[in-house]
């Protein structure tokens, strides 16, 4: 989106300006949970393939995913975890983890829930949790330019101003850590990199902040 400001006359202070900027705007990516432990496990017997976490009941809609889960100090994780931690330091299964231990598996879409003396010790349960059931952040992200341009003679022009990465300031979200052995599952770990910065775009320099640069620029 670009827009100059000017009029009629020779006025320098009131024509040459430029304002131009950029928006991005996407809902959340889909993911999986993916049980890293039990695939890792399968490697002995030759199976290289993702084993996707098994569920304990249906599965209904997602946590929302934003800034409760970023971690720390994690809040409102995006999926709940696994494991609880008491007072002595120790960890048992979760009542409300929505998938099976990892390594309760006992097949690709079944596994054993947990009991209070073992976490592979209850009832044996068949669900399907599906491929992309989940979404993460959305993500939002606006850049915004000033310019005012004066002549310089007949054939050259002077452009001075400044362009904001990020305008807003906004901090957008990275997935959710998805592997449910993980001891961070569930969390966000980073933010995502803005298309657009002074340092460029996947070079992997921390460019999700607010950048701002004063530009100057000559043409003929």
Partial sequence: MKTVLGGHGSNGMVNGWQISGTVF???GFPYTVIDNAEGSALNANNFFGTIYAVPVAPL??????GAGAAYPP???PCQPPQLLANLANQVTPNPNALFVQSGCETGFNRGTVPTASSPCGGSTVSFSQGRNHFRGPA???TDF????NTKLGENATLGIGFQFFNFLNHPNFGFPDNYNSDQAFGRISY?????TSIVGSGIGGD???RMIQLKAQIQF
């Fill in 25 to 27: 705007a996407r809902t």
């Fill in 60 to 65: 209904g809609l997602g946590a929302s995913c």
């Fill in 74 to 76: 994690a809040l409102h």
């Fill in 139 to 141: 993500y939002f992200n």
């Fill in 145 to 148: 330019t000033i310019m005012k």
């Fill in 191 to 195: 933010l995502e990199q803005s298309p």
């Fill in 207 to 209: 460019a999700a902040p």
